[in-house]
């Protein structure tokens, strides 16, 4: 079983910038794909950012060229640096990580709990 625990979420003008970090644990023997998503009420959970074990990287039209995704392997850790923030980033966003757990056979996807980002002058 993986569990995944997000930080970093909170309040910030317009133009500020965040960083969110997601760390998985427990019994992981791999992890694949990491990514953020982002939802508000009313809306579809949308991908933000996505990094692949590799290193290669896929984001929104939304947020390309102020969002940038990056992972630490050693420390299972994925973070989402935000600049330049905007009202409409206002959402919660979520950690997710495609992993296999330590005796399994099976890639499976976790989910994080999510942490708000409110972007209000």
């Known amino acids: 079983q993986v569990q995944l625990v997000e930080s970093g979420g909170g309040l910030v003008q317009p133009g500020g910038s965040l960083r969110l970090s997601c760390t998985a644990s427990?019994?992981?023997?791999?992890?694949?794909?990491m990514g953020w998503y982002r939802q508000v009420p009313g809306k579809q959970r949308e991908l933000v950012a996505h990094i692949t074990s590799g290193g290669s990287t896929n984001y929104a039209d939304s947020v390309k060229g102020r969002f940038t995704i990056s992972r630490d392997n050693a420390k299972n850790t994925a973070y989402l640096q935000m600049n330049s923030l905007k009202p409409d980033d206002t959402a919660v966003y979520y950690c997710k990580v495609d992993a296999v757990y330590s005796g399994g056979w099976e890639r499976r996807t976790y989910w994080g709990q999510g942490t708000q980002v409110t972007v209000s002058s």
């Open positions: 427990g019994s992981i023997f791999r992890i694949y794909a």
